[in-house]
Every structure is written in structure tokens, then in C-alpha cells.
């Protein structure tokens, strides 16, 4: 869900800046962004849709299982981390504005 910018995840709070951003600039440009980003993410929806629920083959699912121990261990950091930075933005936002500052002060 995080691919379609669902609210609370690290996608929503870039997408959002980016479109206040572009709104700013242009506003006709944030219109036709704004319909980019609710296509994409219908698309998304119907994609992850054929691919988890379209013709399903019943010899394919005994070979291949849910997550393991293993592997929910190895993704459960990116999940973690996905949410805190949607629930939090500052955390990664500060660190940035911070570079850019440094690169601006550099640059001039």
C-alpha cells in the first residue's frame, strides 16, 4: 500500500510535498500531477490485483508458501521504518534540509 501513497506511509509524505510544490510553481501543472497520481495509483490497485488474485493455478500453490519466520524478520524493519517516516517526516526531512543547506552555502 505504501506504493500508492497511502496516508501514513513515507510515500504519501513525499508525494505531498511534491504536489504542494508543483501547485506553487503552476497550478494547472499540479492539476494534470494530481490525476498522474490518482491513474497511478488505480493502476496500482489493478495490477497488484491480477497478480495476486488472477488466475490462480492450484499446482502453483503447493510449491510456493507464505512468509516464513525468516523472511518476515528480514521485512519487518522496512515496514517499521515505511511508518515511521509517513507517521514522522521530520526525522528524514531535518537531516535533508540540513545537506541542502550545506550545499547552497557551498555553492555560493
Known sequence: MANIALPGTSSFIGELM???GI???????????CLGV??????SLWLCNKILFGNLK???????????????LILLPLF???VVVGLNPNVVLSFSHMVCLNILFESF
Do not use: H, Q, W
Open 80 to 82: 517499521v521504518l515505511i
Open 58 to 72: 492450484i499446482i502453483y500453490t503447493v510449491k510456493f508458501l507464505d512468509l516464513n519466520l525468516k523472511e518476515f
Open 38 to 43: 490518482i491513474f497511478c495509483g488505480a493502476y
Open 23 to 33: 501547485f506553487k510553481f503552476n497550478s494547472t501543472a499540479g492539476t494534470i500531477s
Open 18 to 20: 511534491l504536489l504542494l
